[in-house]
């Protein structure tokens, strides 16, 4: 089994800054990507920004510019820094991992962190 452990949400104000985090541990052989979701209540969860295990890096339109994310495969941490946030970037924010293996012939599963809320104030 796979755990998913994000930290680094919280209050900011517009135009503020904030680091999210996200470790993964258990079993792990290889996680294809690792990436970040956000939801809001009565929305369906959407993609901010995935990274693969080669460098590719993938954002949602609304956030390109101003979020970056970036990996840590040694340490299987996904991190993503979020610059000039809007109050539109409330949410909370979930750490996906994707394609992920337990041993070499194993089978690709997903695992989803609890979420941190990430709340901007205008």
């Known amino acids: 089994q796979v755990q998913l452990v994000e930290s680094g949400g919280g209050l900011v104000q517009a135009g503020g800054s904030l680091r999210l985090s996200c470790a993964a541990s258990?079993?792990?052989?290889?996680?294809?990507?690792m990436g970040w979701y956000r939801q809001v209540p009565g929305k369906q969860r959407e993609l901010v920004a995935t990274?693969?295990?080669?460098?590719?890096?993938n954002y949602a339109a609304s956030v390109e510019g101003r979020f970056t994310i970036s990996r840590d495969n040694a340490k299987n941490t996904v991190y993503i820094q979020i610059n000039s946030l809007k109050p539109e970037d409330t949410a909370v924010y979930y750490c996906?991992?994707?394609?992920?293996?337990?041993?070499?012939?194993?089978?690709?599963?997903?695992?989803w962190g609890q979420g941190t809320q990430v709340t901007v104030s205008s």
């Open positions: 996906n991992a994707a394609r992920v293996k337990s041993t070499w012939g194993g089978v690709f599963k997903d695992y």
């Open positions: 990274g693969t295990s080669d460098g590719t890096t």
């Open positions: 258990g079993r792990i052989f290889s996680i294809n990507a």
